[in-house]
Nanobody, 124 residues
Framework: QVQLLESGGGLVQAGGSLRLSCSVS????????MAWFRQAPGKEREFVSSINWNGSGTHYIDSVKGRFTISRDSAKNEVYLQMNSLKPDDTAVYYC?????????????????WGQGTQVTVSS
């Protein structure tokens, strides 16, 4: 049974930083693409960033480019999202997701496994 478990969320002031982690169990994800999504209250789940199987390819939405960095450690079965210069608009529940369909996917429907989410709150 594949499980994804996020950690690292919390409350931070605008301009601060957080590092989210996602641990994958039940599957060796060394060949899978991974992503982070987020969902703010009353809004649809939004793609944030993805990383290909070996970390050589990454993709970000425009609003987080230059502030967020996605990375992975396949030996540990973990993926990370370093978030710097956080803004109140970044407030959301952040979800880790795995797709077996390959890199380049940006819609929730294209992802096969999900974590339970971790809350990120940025105060102004």
């Amino acid at each position: 049974q594949v499980q994804l478990l996020e950690s690292g969320g919390g409350l931070v002031q605008a301009g601060g930083s957080l590092r989210l982690s996602c641990s994958v169990s039940g599957r060796t994800f060394s060949r899978d693409a991974m992503a982070w999504f987020r969902q703010a209250p009353g809004k649809e789940r939004e793609f944030v960033s993805s990383i290909n199987w070996n970390g050589s390819g990454t993709h970000y939405i425009d609003s987080v480019k230059g502030r967020f960095t996605i990375s992975r450690d396949s030996a540990k079965n973990e993926v990370y999202l370093q978030m710097n210069s956080l803004k109140p608009d970044d407030t959301a529940v952040y979800y880790c997701a795995l797709t077996i369909a390959g890199w380049g996917r940006t819609t929730p429907e294209e992802y096969d496994y999900w974590g339970q989410g971790t809350q990120v709150t940025v105060s102004s």
